[in-house]
């Protein structure tokens, strides 16, 4: 489940109706959908591909995508930190940036043009559209993993077009962790920290 955060307004949402009503105002989708029963995290990205066809399909129909492929990121991907370093800054694309978490964590901060910035933390369960266009950047969490479905119409239209701001400096990359929609105690995690 994600939490959304705006740190300008020191506020936290948890609620999925409350954070999908946020999302939509900058022409994001947010959905989450049931892993129960599905093959798992680990499984190969044939069966991935295959246990969530039927949601595929359905954001297929609604937002013209034509391939879908997983991602893996772990901490022993070569390049690792020059990945990351291509993302986490404010950019743009020319085509939707859509994501169904399978596995790990990783946050959006989200630049509207009339509203404060926010960040949006995805992990399991979590699908992400991030609309053509938008100005946002992405991190990891701690643990530096993320598995996830990607739907394209074009790969090279997802190819980060940068608007030069520094702005993503002026923000924390916090994880706030699942322990946070647990209540009581929490800890919060740092994002991966760039040079
Ligand atoms: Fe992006």
Same mark, same amino acid.
Not at 49 to 62: G, K
Not at 89 to 100: I, L
Not at 144 to 158: P, Q, S, T
Not at 167 to 176: D, R, T
């Given at each position: ?44 990205a ?22 879908a492929d997983v991602i893996d990121v772990?901490?022993?991907v ?5 990945m ?15 994501r169904f978490i399978v596995?790990g964590?990783?946050?959006?901060? $989200? ?15 979590? +699908? ?18 993320i598995r996830a479905i990607r ?7 997802w ?7 520094? $702005? ?12 946070? +929609? ?14």
């Amino acid at each position: 489940m994600a939490i959304l955060r705006i740190p300008d307004e020191d506020r936290v949402l948890t609620e999925v109706e409350v954070i999908r009503d946020h999302l939509a105002k900058s022409g994001i989708w947010y959905e989450n959908w049931p892993v129960e029963g599905r093959c798992g995290p680990d499984a190969s990205a044939d069966e991935i591909l295959a246990s969530y066809a039927p949601e595929i399909q359905e954001l297929n129909a609604r937002g013209g995508y034509i391939t879908a492929d997983v991602i893996d990121v772990t901490p022993e991907v070569p390049g690792l930190q020059a990945m990351l370093d291509r993302f986490n800054k404010e950019h743009t694309h020319a085509e939707d940036e859509v994501r169904f978490i399978v596995k790990g964590s990783g946050v959006f901060h $989200i630049h509207p043009d009339d509203a404060p910035v926010y960040a949006i933390e995805v992990r399991e369960g979590d +699908l992400i559209n991030v609309p053509a266009g938008t100005k946002h950047w992405f991190d990891l969490c701690a643990d530096r993993c993320i598995r996830a479905i990607r739907l394209f119409r074009e790969k090279a239209g997802w190819t980060p077009v940068y608007t030069e701001s520094t $702005i993503a400096s002026g923000y924390q990359p916090l994880c706030m962790g699942p322990s946070y +929609l647990r209540g009581n105690t929490f800890r919060i995690q740092p994002a991966i920290t760039v040079a």
